[in-house]
C-alpha cells in the first residue's frame, strides 16, 4: 500500500481508499453541507501505534460528505462506490452485522457475526474500574480546556431512518473490517447546544478508545457540519452515515486481541463558533463481524 492517506470522506473512515488528490466537500439540494464524518485513515504496515494514527489526521485534508447509498445496492455497486466514499461500504458491513446477516459464533470471549444472545456462555470478564484513568486533554485547545458545558451522547444510526440510536454503558459492538486490511467501530455524535437554532453548525470531534487506561483507537473530526436531529440536539447519524470511524491501529490479522475486550469508549465535540466544548465515554465489549476461523 502506497498511501497512509485513505480518503478523510467526511473526515473519517477507516484508513480506507484514497488517491493523491483531496476530497471536496459536497453539499445536498439546499446548497448546504451535509453531514461530515470523521478523517479515514488507511492502515499500512508502518502504522502501528496511535501516535502513528494522530500524525496521520493532523496532517491534514480537506472534509468530505458521505453519499446516500441506495437500501437495495448490490455489493458491486458498493464496491463500486468505495472509490469515491470509503464511508458507505463501510456503513453497509456495519448494518448488515447489525440486522444479523452473519453467522453467530463464539468462545466465551470473542464472539463471531453477531454480539452473544442470552442463552449462551459469555467468559466473565470484569467491566474495567475507569475511576483511576488519567484522561489526556483534547486537542481542540492549545493548553488547559475550559469547563464541559455540552451534553453530548455517543451512538450509531437508524440504517432505515437515519435516526442518532445511543450506546449503552456495557453494550456489544461490531468490529467493522474495511478493505484495505484494518478495522474499526463507529461513534456517532448528539450534542445538545443551548440557544442554538441555526440550521447548519459547524463542530470539532474526536472519538478515542482506552483500554487499560492507554489510548488505543482513534477517529478524528477537525470540521463536521451536523443538522438538528428534529429531538433538540444536533448530530452526525444519517440514513449512510453511522458514526465517525474510530480506528485501531493493527491489521484485521491481528484484530483478535481487542476481540471480546473492554474498551472505554469516549468522544469529545466542541463548537467552533463559541469555543464551548463536551465529552462523554462509556465501557462497551467488542465482538467480529467476521466469522470465526475454521
Known sequence: MTHRLLCIALATCLLVSCGSTKPSATVDSTGSPDSVTTSEIVQSNDVTTIE???EVVDSGSDVQLPQDVSEDADDASLLDTVQHDGS?????LSDAAQDGETTFGGDGACFHGAPPSGDVYVADIPQPNTKPCKWSSPKFFPSDPPAVTLQVDVGTHDPKTGQFVPYVDGQWLPMVHGPQGGFHVFAAIRVTLPGQSDPIVKLQSEAIGWVDCEPVALGQQPVIF??????GGYTTATISHAGTLVIFPVQSKDSWQYCGKWVELMVRVKDIAKGT??????SVRLY???DAPP
Not at 451536523?226 to 429531538?231: F, N
Not at 466544548?277 to 462509556?282: D, E, I, K, M, V
Open 277 to 282: 466544548w463536551g465529552q462523554t465515554h462509556l
Open 288 to 290: 467480529d463481524t467476521k
Open 226 to 231: 451536523v443538522k438538528p436531529d428534529g429531538g
Open 52 to 54: 502513528d494514527v494522530a
Open 88 to 92: 458507505a461500504k463501510m456503513d453497509a
